[in-house]
T-cell receptor, first 110, second 114 residues
Framework: NAGVTQTPKFRVLKTGQSMTLLCAQD?????MYWYRQDPGMGLRLIHY???????AKGEVPDGYNVSRLKKQNFLLGLESAAPSQTSVYFC?????????FGSGTRLTVV | AQSVTQLDSHVSVSEGTPVLLRCNYS??????LFWYVQHPNKGLQLLLK??????LVKGINGFEAEFKKSETSFHLTKPSAHMSDAAEYFC????????????FGSGTQLTVLP
């Protein structure tokens, strides 16, 4: 089925650990985004990509890195997790016809 | 930078009564505006979008929104609330000159009372 798939769906990390969140889309979209959602703040853009091999910073990029080596995949990395990165992370992709969101990754950093 | 302001963080209505969720935007021209809904522990679903074709936009599940340039508003309405409408609603804009990234409002939590 066409769509945006995020893995994992849930994760608990200890402070200082690293991890990578994977976003995969099979719709040949050029644009992909990573957002984080925190209570009372809506979704805020972390990083985005306008095509394979390109990435750019969004509103809240500190503490995160991204890569887009293949068009269909957009990876979000946390090198040294902090409790402030406890959040729900959403990936999205878009074409000229609309945005498709993944189902989210709930990350807790203890 | 372009942004949206959702004027109410919480709205409570009785089932069968009208719903009004307020959103103001900041822009020097007609932006692309959206309303998304998020049910508890779920992802985001597009309700409707405005892209300058018509000022009154009809969406899914009986929702609609009216773009008012003079008031820089894009309020979401529904004539009669249903229990299943209880969710969080986000007003969203695409800033000009952006790589199509969506800028979200802070959200309005809608409670529907029986």
């Amino acid at each position: 089925n066409a769509g945006v798939t995020q893995t994992p769906k849930f994760r608990v990390l200890k402070t200082g650990q690293s991890m990578t969140l994977l976003c995969a889309q099979d719709m040949n979209h050029e644009y992909m985004y990573w957002y984080r959602q925190d209570p009372g703040m809506g979704l805020r853009l972390i990083h985005y990509s306008v095509g394979e091999g390109t990435t750019a910073k969004g509103e809240v990029p500190d503490g995160y890195n991204v890569s887009r080596l293949k068009k269909q995949n957009f990876l979000l990395g946390l090198e040294s997790a902090a409790p402030s990165q406890t959040s729900v992370y959403f990936c999205a992709s878009t074409s000229d016809y609309g945005y498709i969101f993944g189902s989210g990754t709930r990350l807790t950093v203890v | 930078a372009q942004s949206v302001t959702q004027l109410d963080s919480h709205v409570s209505v009785s089932e069968g009564t009208p719903v009004l969720l307020r959103c103001n935007y900041s822009s020097s021209y007609s932006p692309s505006l959206f309303w998304y809904v998020q049910h508890p522990n779920k992802g985001l679903q597009l309700l409707l979008k405005y892209t300058s074709a018509a000022t009154l936009v009809k969406g899914i599940n009986g929702f609609e929104a009216e773009f008012k340039k003079s008031e820089t508003s894009f309020h979401l309405t529904k004539p009669s609330a249903h229990m299943s409408d209880a969710a969080e609603y986000f007003c969203v804009v695409i800033p000009s000159g952006s790589a199509r990234q969506l800028t979200f409002g802070s959200g309005t939590q809608l409670t529907v009372l029986p």
